[in-house]
């Protein structure tokens, strides 16, 4: 059912994450058929020769690929089942591919209604934040058939160093939720832990290198860390973005018959960051949230 | 006020930790007075040259540097504070250094009370567990005297390779409470990832592989999340002793006027273990109590 031969590839959203991805693929000399919400984000992958499209249905009218990198599932709901979308619009044996962080149970609908069409949709979320996607070692979560998953494997393999299948459709998401699910109380460890040593009065330079070796030691504690502790906020990845994320997180546990209460209490907190104006910050504002008595 | 020349070395506390780094010190050739609560601990030790003492007053009287491992604060507080303890028995000009992991308060009413005798009293609990004491590669976090601690540092660098002093009396308690709260956390935070995965349906091999390398990566995540899945539950520490560290960095961060709701969340969770008779697992059984669904 697969067509053998990739003439051209279509990507669909020129976020941070999105543009450099869709870069990689344009930089290895395919034909790249593109669409983004606004515009402006285009300009620069068209000046090295992408096509634009004036919605997501012509990008898989025109593509044997579709990439998708878009906000929240609802709007990966709209461009792939939506009147006029992707699965409306792609062509048999084509294949979508979302890597969004989303839904996995919407990653099994959009799996399911695409397969009646003789498409094959994957889901193939990232992790690896911007850094990862301009220098193409994302990790790629893949979810769906597996000979899918093998034959645009070296697409895949144009955006990140590590492509893994977890699974059926969904998979990938799930596995992403995982991920999400451990930074979750993670940040709050690392949040907690330096606003702790902080009112201890110890120098935090000196607690970070000595807490950041041993048991307590993790990728937030040893790169966020620094961050929190210099009231750094810039975003890495927004607040917004990773509330959404523990949305959907809730909303698969519950689903499962499943009680998280450290990522319902993440949830909970992020969302009292969000509602005090830091909803763009990066993730590691939620230290701020331990900040009021040092600064009072 | 100290004493220039070590001519014996005291130490409290024979357990798993304690064995291991009394060993070292007495390896290195020095004279040394042992005591623990049960003697069968001891008799390794006394075979290769210890002598043992009947009670710890007695082996602070013999002792010009007495380390102290026992377990909970009240251990430590009866045993220096105590009638006929080590600051009633320690001749002036003594250090004593309690590596347990202990009340930062308490550490400094040990302080003063020693200081009130001519005795300079240490915190310095550790990290590093058994595997840390028995290769003397523990981290080796003091408070207190800045002169004392550089004086006995050649002791301490026998039991650990990374001792930093943390500031004043409790500095050393408060950096380990650091380092146990962002431990507390980041354990629920992988226990749950693994469990929602597991329930998901995810090959957890896979799993811990690719979220492994990113930004979920973490010592927790990398070492005890294959224990978990595999559900080996096997103490390398116990679930009763990090309930008595959450406790003190509660009370501390109460003190503090601090809210910590991830720590006060995972001691929750802590103690509903240890009442479904976890408490002598290892801190890794935490995932137990999200497999409920799973095992029904």
Redesign the interface.
Known sequence: MIQRTINSIGFIGLGIMGRHMAGHILAAGHKLNIYNRSRGNAESLIAKGAVWHDDPGAVAAASDVVITMVGYPADVEQIYLGAGGLIERAGRGSVLIDATTSS?SLAQRIAAAAAEKGVTALDAPV???EVGARDAKL?I?VGGDAETCEWVRPILALMGS?V?R??GP??GQ??K??????????M??????????R?????LD??L???G?????????N?LGPRMTKGDYAAGFYVHHFIKDLGI?LD??KR???N????A??RQ?YDQLASQGHATDGTQALYHL?EG?SRA
């Open positions: 996995p992790s690896g934040g990790a979560m590590n893994a977890m699974g969904g998979a799930h596995t939720m995982a991920n999400q699910i451990a930074i979750a109380s993670t709050m460890g690392v949040s907690e832990s330096l606003a702790y040593a009112e201890a009065g110890l120098d000196t607690v290198k000595v807490i070796t041993g048991a307590a030691s993790s990728f937030l504690l790169n997180a698969e546990a499962m018959g499943m998280l209460p450290g990522l209490l993440a907190l331990y008595k």
